[in-house]
């Protein structure tokens, strides 16, 4: 049996024996919260729980290592989308250590790509269009300045409106235990005196 079919299967007796019903919210998020994650298996319920949070709690935005990488991609529009259309008011960072984008260099991606049968010509295509793939590919050197660098790309964005908390903070993917790296609260503050 494959993959899809023993979720499809399971799917069908999740359905019928309405097991959904426990999960049922609005599209709303109850806490008023965004928060962008990274994508790691570990932090799955592990994250939820380490605070608090039930189905319908918050919007969460996962991809690898919680990166923004530019203020008008998909992340952005999400968050922006949360704010505005969702209800949410306040946004979260979270990292977490041990991240498989600490140290990431491009050349591991390429020679595994290649190894799939990737033709690397491809590369001066991609290239050619404008695109440096070796920046793309590349991940960060510490967590807490990722988290910091993206907070300040949320924070400072046109589109945002400047009362809105970011908070950054990383969390232990073993303990769930958070870190506070940014308290949105304190800029908030320091954007009303200004």
Do not use: W
Not at 154 to 169: A, C, F, I
Not at 179 to 189: C, K, Q, S, T
Request: hydrophobic share 40%.
């Amino acid at each position: 049996m494959t993959i899809l079919d023993s979720i499809l299967d399971y799917n069908q007796t999740f359905v019928e024996n309405k097991e959904y019903e426990s999960y049922q919210t609005t599209k709303y998020p109850n806490k008023k919260l965004v928060i962008l994650t990274c994508m790691d298996t570990r932090l799955v319920d592990l994250l939820h729980n380490a605070m608090n949070l039930k189905n319908g709690d918050a919007k969460i935005i996962r991809n690898a290592g919680a990166v923004i990488s530019h203020p008008f991609g998909s992340i952005m529009r999400s968050i922006l989308v949360a704010i505005y259309e969702l209800q949410a008011e306040e946004i979260m960072i979270i990292g977490h250590h041990g991240c498989g984008m600490v140290g990431l260099e491009p050349s591991s991606i390429l020679e595994k790509a290649e190894a799939r049968g990737i033709d690397m010509d491809v590369i001066k295509t991609i290239e050619y269009s404008g695109i440096d793939i070796n920046n793309f590919l590349t991940g960060f050197t510490k967590v807490e300045d990722n988290v910091s660098h993206s907070v300040d790309m949320v924070r400072n964005h046109p589109l945002l409106p400047k009362n809105t908390p970011v908070h950054g903070l990383v969390v232990s993917p073993e303990t769930g235990k958070l870190d506070l790296i940014i308290n949105g609260y304190d800029a908030e503050e320091m954007a009303r005196n200004n």
